[in-house]
């Protein structure tokens, strides 16, 4: 199914703006030229409160990915022409719904890479000295010691090695971390122009002393991390989490930390 819309007719409506991103970015008004710009500063809660905001709208744009576009809710609007996303994932649209009604759907791969990255790399090192125990410990008058973690020459296991796994790769060599990579589609080409190793998923699990996930959510993906893969991995690693939250399954995380089979974990997002 196509639509043609002229441009000088199109409505582009910002459903959910919140937290605050597009409504105090200095290109807003870069929109102008194309169609009517609608912003919402609060996320809608209902699906009937989307439907009535994107009723008329022939783009939509998704503000931080924070609202969902289901099969119901996307049947609801013949206008719509397309969807765009100020994210990487997609996880918050039915894409088979979307492209069966011919809704173009885009994302911004790679945006924010280096930034993720970094929140990622800032995680593994706010467990390695215990950042938050030490912060805790001053604010409440004591001074404690607690050992923690050198993360020089440990063994890094990155998790995907797309945008953002690659720019992880990068920060662990920097500080002098052994690198080794799993990812589903693994190529010698790449191993040699980010200079890691690609193992199995079992031994990078087995032998690494922090593993961080840069996976995209799929079925594949999808809890891949439970509680067999817990139990692989060594008592005193760190898992790190900046991908999605699924990835995890949560419930066995917060068993293998109230049993001490981990030493921490960072975790960005949640199931």
């Known amino acids: 199914m196509s639509k043609t819309y002229a441009l000088s ?6 459903p959910g703006d919140d937290p605050p991103q597009i409504q105090s970015s200095p290109h807003l008004e870069r929109l102008a030229p194309y169609g009517d710009v609608v912003l919402y500063t609060d996320r809608p809660i209902t699906s009937a409160e989307k439907v009535n905001r994107a009723k008329e709208a022939d783009i939509l744009i998704n503000s931080r990915g ?3 576009w289901t099969a119901p809710v996307l049947r609801q609007l013949p206008k719509l022409q397309m969807i765009t996303t100020c994210s ?4 918050m649209i039915d894409l088979q719904v979307a492209k069966e009604l011919g809704v173009v759907v885009c994302n911004q791969p790679g945006r924010t890479a280096p930034v993720v990255a970094e929140h990622a790399f800032g995680l593994m090192f706010a467990l390695a000295k215990r950042t938050a125990f030490h912060t805790a410990e001053t604010k409440a008058g004591r001074w404690n010691r607690i050992d923690n973690i050198f993360l020089r020459n440990k063994i890094l296991g990155i998790v995907g090695t797309g945008n953002t796994g690659s720019e992880m790769i990068k920060l662990g060599q920097a500080i002098g971390m052994d690198v080794i990579a799993w990812t589903f589609h ?3 080409e790449k191993a040699d122009r980010l200079g890691i190793q690609y193992v199995s998923f079992e031994q990078l699990l087995q032998t690494a002393d922090v593993i961080s996930l ?3 959510l799929t079925d594949e ?5 439970n509680k067999k893969e817990l139990e692989l991995m060594k008592q005193e690693a760190l898992l790190i989490n900046c991908a999605r939250g699924e990835v995890i399954q949560t419930d066995a995380l917060v068993e293998a930390l109230d049993a001490g089979r981990l030493s921490g974990a960072g975790i960005d997002v949640y199931d």
């Open 9 to 14: 007719h199109l409505k582009i409506v910002v």
């Open 66 to 68: 924070m609202v969902n």
């Open 214 to 216: 840069h996976v995209k």
């Open 88 to 91: 990487i994932g997609t996880d």
């Open 186 to 188: 693994p190529s010698q």
């Open 221 to 225: 993906s999808r809890h891949l991390i």
